[in-house]
Each structure stands twice: as structure tokens, then as C-alpha cells.
């Protein structure tokens, strides 16, 4: 799991600490694509009206996959955690 993360924050796609609105996915996409965070909202939103079903699948596995910004250093490489 850590390689994908690893993988996800070298290609910069991380979830941001701010401009969340749920699990910040769409914010860190955008931020990754240059867009703002609500036009990628909106393009989820119709995407998910073109095709159906398929985003309520991705959502939740990018929000598991994509690492937070606090997590990942300035190299783009995973911070350890304490537990």
C-alpha cells in the first residue's frame, strides 16, 4: 500500500489539507491538473451522470490510495507515522 502511496505523491497527486469538502479527492485531482477544486467537482458530478455508478467505485479507493499532504514530505516521498 505504501508503493502506490509512494507512486501517488511522486506524480503529485495528494489529498490537500485544505479546499476538502469530503475526502479532499476532487481537490487534490484538480490541484494535480490545474484546475480548481469545484471544477473538478463538476466534472464529477456529470461524469457520474454520463456514466453511471462507475465514480461511486473510484472515489472511495482514490480516498484510500492517495496519500494526505501532511503525509508526504517536500521529496514527495511518505513521512513515517507514529502509532
Partial sequence: MNDI??????????????????????AGV??????????ARLLFVLLLMVIPGSQLLVYPILWILMPTEE??????LLRPTLT
Fill in 5 to 26: 502511496q509512494r507512486g501517488f505523491a511522486g506524480k503529485g497527486l495528494v489529498r490537500p489539507s485544505d479546499g476538502r469538502v469530503l475526502g479532499g479527492v476532487c
Fill in 71 to 76: 503525509g508526504v514530505g517536500d521529496t514527495g
Fill in 30 to 39: 484538480a490541484r494535480r491538473f490545474g484546475m480548481t477544486p469545484w471544477t
